[in-house]
């Protein structure tokens, strides 16, 4: 019998995306805010074992309360880095980290991509964010987006397995089935892993080509593959938009 074809990006109607570190800059923006931090409480430590530390504690606090929103999470975030290091975390501080997400800058190529994307495919975050927060990003990447669900909406954080199956339940709204959504997202961990457990297929854009480390990602419990691998949100667009259709797997 022969070989089922290999699919292409054309062959899907919709695209779900993560938004933090793969539309939005979340690393450069979690960098700045720990800096800042970190010189008025003179805390010493290069960037990246900051972003490292953030890591290691946000999947934390985001396990032991799923339901938080964001910016407590954010929030008790610092308040555990703080502890970790020796280092004061104010209730001012706290808060102004918790508030910290719409300062966040988008990577320059997001808005652009998603308005090329647009004219082919309809447009879905799943985000691990709440709305308020997400809203400030939002108006940054301008695009009006076809569903929006966050874990505010869902109740748990990724890779909780009740993200994508909660996304998959409001894919019906817009009369699109699983098979034609494509899940595009940096984050082996919070995205990839579940997406590929709950039979999604997967665009990986890695935005961390090149550097060394995970960031502000920790890394997935097994070996994940993606099926396309883009190093930018253009270089989806363009191929997907443009007709190349491929990638990279």
């Known amino acids: 019998m022969p070989a089922a074809p290999e699919r292409t990006l054309g062959d899907f109607d919709a695209l779900s995306f993560d938004c933090y570190g793969t539309l939005i800059d979340w690393e450069t923006g979690i960098t700045a805010e720990l800096a800042s931090w970190a010189q008025r409480r003179s805390v010493a430590g290069r960037p990246d074992e900051l972003l490292a530390t953030f890591a290691a504690h946000e999947t934390l606090v985001q396990q032991a309360a799923p339901a938080q929103r964001y910016p407590d999470v954010l929030a008790e975030t610092l308040r555990q880095i703080g502890q970790s290091l020796g280092a004061e975390v104010d209730d001012e501080d706290a808060t102004a980290f918790g508030a910290s997400v719409g300062r966040w800058p988008a990577f320059p190529d997001s808005a652009a991509a998603l308005g090329r994307l647009k004219t082919r495919y ?24 076809d569903l929006v669900v966050t874990a505010e ?3 748990a ?3 909780s397995p009740r993200s994508f199956p909660a996304l998959l339940e409001r894919l019906g709204d817009l009369g699109i089935g699983p098979d034609r959504l ?3 997202a940096q984050s082996l961990y ?54 190349e259709g491929s990638g990279s797997g």
């Not at 309809?122 to 987006?145: E, H």
């Not at 709950?198 to 920790?218: F, K, M």
């Open 122 to 145: 309809r447009l879905i975050v799943l985000s691990n964010v709440d709305r308020a927060s997400f809203a400030g990003s939002a108006a940054r990447l301008g695009v009006a987006w």
């Open 153 to 155: 909406d869902v109740g």
């Open 157 to 159: 954080y990724k890779p």
């Open 182 to 184: 494509l899940h595009v």
């Open 190 to 243: 919070h995205d990839h892993e579940p997406a590929r457990a709950a039979g999604l297929s997967t665009v990986w854009i890695d935005r961390r080509h090149g550097q060394e480390g995970l960031g502000a990602t920790p890394a997935p419990a097994t070996p994940v593959t993606p099926d396309w691998r883009f190093d930018s949100m253009a270089d989806l667009a363009a191929a997907a938009v443009g007709g």
